[in-house]
């Protein structure tokens, strides 16, 4: 048996530790400014159709009273590690699969049922916050089953209720049928989770080959991986920033591969990894994307390469078009140290700002038990 703990709305409810005012408001964690994107919504806020990846200027229009509250990473890192400190205390195998999310395997315990309330309970009393947890056979059953009680709920999945509960709603709730594989269901015939499990397994392999088809029929069907992966290498680390303002400030531009360049080179010292690989990436308007890339002779996590080769990129590049967003980024990392959490799911930040050094509000983080 498996549990996927899901935090409820993360961030915003990290937030609400040091801002109690705001509790049943509607609140947004979010980069503040006309290309920002809303990371985390409350549930009040949902209320109005805020939802995580909503361009902010939507959802301030959607709902006039919403109150927009900073990114603050380290806080919520904190929180997260708390969070896993708490989930390994059940469990030998943790797999954490975002900051605010983990698969725990708890196949040893003859009653998974109450061991999961009683890490609802712990995670609870260590951080102040509430979770869901979904219970499977296998990851994809728990962590449909996290969502299907929420805020604060338990729910439990088997090969036994599976089509009863799931089985009528659209096949898109399935990881890894996204809007265009739902599309090409629905061109044939194929509306539900009970539609694909009872799919005609010819028709699925024509549609979308020898190994996707069958694998589709197989998520109908609540079949999924059983085993955790428990530990995770970074192969790169990165930081990005979209400016308020279309720029061709060439000394801005440098300006700014410098400070993200350092950003990077700070983070792979506090892990303890280095590169070889040095990445610029460049977005011009309208929504043109290029990276470029140099390998370096050694590994090296000294801001002055990392910089040098950014900027001289930059200088190669000369971008002919007003610049939308600017990244720099080490591949190939080296070292002993392990893999952080990675940030990647209270929700999707489409072109959000990178981090930068202490965000705001940082300060007042210190008052709380995180």
């Known amino acids: 048996m498996i549990a996927h703990v899901d935090m409820d709305a993360f961030y915003v409810s990290i937030e609400m530790l040091r801002h109690p005012e705001l509790r049943g408001k509607p609140v947004v964690v979010a980069h503040d400014g006309p290309r920002g994107v809303v990371t985390t919504a409350s549930y009040a806020a949902r209320e109005f159709g805020v939802h995580s990846a909503l361009p902010l200027v939507v959802a301030r229009r959607r709902c006039p009273q919403l109150n ?62 509430a979770c869901s947890i ?25 090969e036994g209720n599976w089509l009863e509960t799931v089985g009528a709603r659209p096949a898109s709730l399935l990881p890894g049928v996204g809007p265009r594989t739902f599309e090409r269901l629905r061109a044939i015939g194929v509306e539900t989770v009970a539609d694909l499990a009872a799919a005609e397994p010819g028709s699925l392999e024509h549609s979308f080959g020898p190994r996707h088809g069958p694998a589709l029929r197989e998520r109908g069907n ?45 983070s792979l010292a506090d892990h303890g990894r280095s590169g070889r690989t ?15 890339s140099r390998t370096l002779p050694s590994p090296t996590r000294d801001p002055e390469a990392v910089i040098g080769v950014a900027r001289e990129l930059l200088e190669r590049f000369d971008p002919e078009d007003p610049v939308r967003l600017l990244g720099v980024g080490v591949a190939g990392l080296v070292g002993d ?24 509000g940082a300060s007042g983080a210190r008052q709380l038990s995180l």
């Not at 970074?234 to 990005?240: I, T």
């Not at 700014?256 to 990077?264: D, I, K, N």
């Not at 040095?278 to 470029?292: D, F, M, Q």
């Not at 140290?337 to 705001?360: F, I, M």
Request: proline share 7%.
């Open 68 to 129: 927009v509250l900073p990114v603050d990473m380290q806080l919520y890192r904190r929180g997260s590690r708390r969070v896993m400190e708490t989930l390994a205390e059940f469990s030998d195998s943790v797999e954490v699969v975002g900051l605010d999310e983990a698969y725990v395997d708890l196949s040893a315990s003859p009653v998974p049922q109450s061991r999961a309330r009683e890490i609802k309970r712990k995670v609870t009393a260590a951080t102040r916050l």
């Open 134 to 158: 979904g219970l499977g056979p296998n990851k994809l059953m728990a962590k449909i089953a996290s969502d299907l009680d929420k805020p604060d709920g338990l729910f439990v999945l088997t």
């Open 222 to 266: 609540g079949v999924g991986a059983r085993s955790l992966t428990t530990e995770r290498v970074r192969k790169s680390e990165s930081r990005e920033t979209t400016f308020p303002h279309d720029v061709s400030d060439r000394a801005l531009m440098a300006e700014t591969v410098e400070r993200l360049g350092a950003a990077v080179c700070e």
């Open 278 to 292: 040095v990445t610029l990436k460049i977005r011009l308007t309208p929504w043109r994307t290029h990276t470029r």
């Open 337 to 360: 140290a392990p893999d952080d959490v990675p940030e990647t799911h209270d929700a999707p930040a489409r072109d959000a700002p990178a981090r930068e050094g202490a965000p705001a």
